[in-house]
């Protein structure tokens, strides 16, 4: 039983050193966590096959920042994302007020071609812009802001299977994962989701400081 004991309590160690890396890493990969205490972000995401980690990823890191995400979509009732996860919105799309938040953000996933069209949400990216707002889309969501006409002379990236929606809406597409172009942020899906974030809450503190 002894050697038993001892074999466990090594592995317990080992395990312990070995994962102490890998902390120290995700804590030296957002060094600095901005302030947002007092900051509003709306995240919007589609009625039905909105992406996990695009709306879960973002909106952690902006809360663990102080922020404060509300959820809106075109239905209050609850959603199954691409994955599995379910969320439920806080407000309707219709009820969204542009001036009351500091970011807007559109969730990517298969189910976001309900707004590539939708007057609402062109109404909502076009406000953003004009209230000088920190606007951000991710996965096929920037399409969104193609298609409203906020990305014309922008520097932007999608979804690989909607650059030429972002070409035809006059955007520079880069086809990076993440890209800035003043208050407008842009990623390409949801293995940029965590970067995608980190890169709003960002634009959302220098925004605080002006």
């Not at 809106?72 to 407000?91: C, E, H, N, T, Y």
């Not at 922008?154 to 030429?164: C, D, I, L, S």
Request: glycine share 10%.
């Amino acid at each position: 039983m002894k050697w038993i004991l001892c074999l466990f309590i090594c592995v317990l160690i080992g395990t312990v050193f070995a994962c102490a890396p890998l902390r120290a890493a995700e804590e030296l990969a957002w060094p600095g966590r901005p302030d947002l205490s007092g900051k509003r972000i709306v995240m919007i995401f589609a009625s039905s096959n909105f992406r996990d980690e695009e709306l879960k990823t973002p909106k952690k890191i902006l809360e663990d920042c102080g922020a404060k995400v509300t959820l809106a979509s075109s239905s209050l009732k609850p959603v199954r994302g691409m994955l599995g996860m379910m969320a439920r919105a806080d407000i309707l799309l219709k009820d969204v007020k542009v001036e009351e938040y500091e970011g807007i953000i559109f969730v990517g996933g298969s189910g976001a071609r309900e707004y590539f069209n939708d007057k609402t949400a062109h109404k909502i990216c076009k406000g953003a812009v004009e209230k000088n707002k920190v606007l951000g889309a991710i996965c096929i969501a920037p399409a969104i802001l193609a298609h409203c006409g906020v990305l014309k002379a922008k520097r932007a990236t999608v979804w690989k299977g909607e650059a030429k929606t972002l070409k035809a809406g006059g955007a520079i597409y880069t086809g990076k994962a993440v890209e800035v172009d003043g208050k407008i942020i842009t990623a390409d899906g949801p293995k940029a989701a965590g970067v995608f974030g980190q890169k709003i809450a960002r634009a959302l503190a220098q925004k605080k400081e002006e």
